[in-house]
Antibody, heavy 120, light 110 residues
Framework: QLQLQESGPGLVKPSETLSLTCTVSGGSISSSSYSWGWIRQPPGKGLEWIASIHYGGATYFNPSLKSRVTISEDTSKDQFSLRLSSVTAADTAVYYC????????????WGQGTLVTVSS | QSALTQPRSVSGSPGQSVTISCSGTNSDVGGYNYVSWYQQHPGKAPKPIIYEVSKRPSGVPDRFSGSKSGNTASLTVSGLQAEDEADYYCSSFSGSTHVLFGGGTKLTVL
């Protein structure tokens, strides 16, 4: 069974860079049928798609976050990563890593999520 | 880009049916048959329950059904059960902006 697990610091200072890694087990990220991405959910609020990366390295970003986001993959480790720069308190959220079918917005597997708090 | 529009809350008694709407535009919901629905219980990750407007992933009860008319998609939960009480989110492929989510609907089983 495919599993996704987020890892990274739970506390980031304002103006610094948030870095998270998702490790995929029970499957490989090297598939042309799937892309891999990040979605976040501020406390008590709704879901927001951040970015996705497709097999081969093609990347897609939420226009409202694009200038601050980097997404990358390490196929040798079946991992992909998110970096969000210049964070503020508004970036405090649970961050989920997800698998996406065919880059069509169908997120069929989710990690358990990790809470990242931006605070000094 | 604006989020898709969902009612903030709906409710129903056990055994009844409820429908949650998800309104968008012809650039998202109306333009593609790639609407998904997710169920989220408190403290848990969202769980996919509908994809491509009306398809159910393996293991999702057929009490959950999806449909679309024009720019509005709908999720119907029939034969309400206590465990259906959760937050529900819709999403739609949206072309160049990739994907939009709705604001979420809290379903209360009375």
């Amino acid at each position: 069974q495919l599993q996704l697990q987020e890892s990274g610091p739970g506390l980031v200072k304002p103006s610094e860079t948030l870095s998270l890694t998702c490790t995929v087990s029970g499957g490989s990220i090297s598939s042309s049928s799937y892309s891999w991405g990040w979605i976040r959910q501020p406390p008590g609020k709704g879901l927001e798609w951040i970015a996705s990366i497709h097999y081969g390295g093609a990347t897609y970003f939420n226009p409202s976050l694009k200038s601050r986001v980097t997404i990358s993959e390490d196929t040798s480790k079946d991992q992909f990563s998110l970096r969000l720069s210049s964070v503020t308190a508004a970036d405090t959220a649970v961050y989920y890593c997800v698998r996406e079918w065919e880059l069509l917005g169908d997120f069929d597997f989710w990690g358990q999520g990790t809470l990242v708090t931006v605070s000094s | 880009q604006s989020a898709l529009t969902q009612p903030r809350s709906v409710s129903g008694s056990p055994g009844q049916s409820v429908t949650i709407s998800c309104s968008g535009t012809n650039s998202d919901v109306g333009g593609y048959n790639y609407v998904s629905w997710y169920q989220q219980h408190p403290g848990k990750a969202p769980k996919p329950i509908i994809y491509e407007v009306s398809k159910r992933p393996s293991g999702v009860p057929d009490r959950f059904s999806g449909s679309k008319s024009g720019n509005t998609a709908s999720l119907t939960v029939s034969g309400l059960q206590a465990e259906d009480e959760a937050d529900y989110y819709c999403s739609s492929f949206s072309g160049s902006t990739h994907v939009l989510f709705g604001g979420g609907t809290k379903l209360t089983v009375l």
